[in-house]
């Protein structure tokens, strides 16, 4: 099992830049399946991004249309870290922001995902 904690959140302006961060303990991430989600008030928890091991030593990353452009996840090795650096904020990004890992199926899909952390908090005012 992986322990997920997120830090990074707050408040910043529409246009403005933050980066999460997902530290995790009980498994190196060097291979793990990673995603970022996020859930606004009254609504479902979305899928954000992931980063997935690929041929020749590379990952993968994948991107959900609303923050495509915008948004950049990758991580750190050495710390066992993955990051989600985002630009260009928008008041519709405001969230908690959750840090997932070990995907079972579909690594776009919430429910697929074993190990969750606490999320972090980001508002984006206009």
């Known amino acids: 099992q992986v322990q997920l904690v997120e830090s990074g959140g707050g408040l910043v302006q529409a246009g403005g830049s933050l980066r999460l961060s997902c530290t995790g303990s009980?498994?190196?991430?060097?291979?793990?399946?990673m995603g970022w989600f996020r859930q606004a008030p009254g609504k479902e928890r979305e899928f954000v991004a992931t980063?997935?091991?690929?041929?020749?030593?590379?990952?993968?990353?994948d991107y959900a249309d609303s923050v495509k452009g915008r948004f950049t996840i990758f991580r750190d090795i050495a710390k066992n870290a993955v990051y989600l650096q985002m630009s260009s904020l928008k008041p519709e990004d405001t969230a908690v922001y959750y840090c997932?890992?070990?995907?079972?199926?579909?690594?776009?899909?919430?429910?697929?995902?074993?190990?969750w952390g606490k999320g972090t908090l980001v508002t984006v005012s206009s």
């Open positions: 009980g498994r190196t991430f060097t291979s793990l399946p």
């Open positions: 997932a890992a070990s995907p079972s199926g579909n690594a776009r899909s919430a429910k697929d995902y074993a190990s």
């Open positions: 980063t997935t091991w690929s041929t020749g030593n590379t990952y993968y990353a």
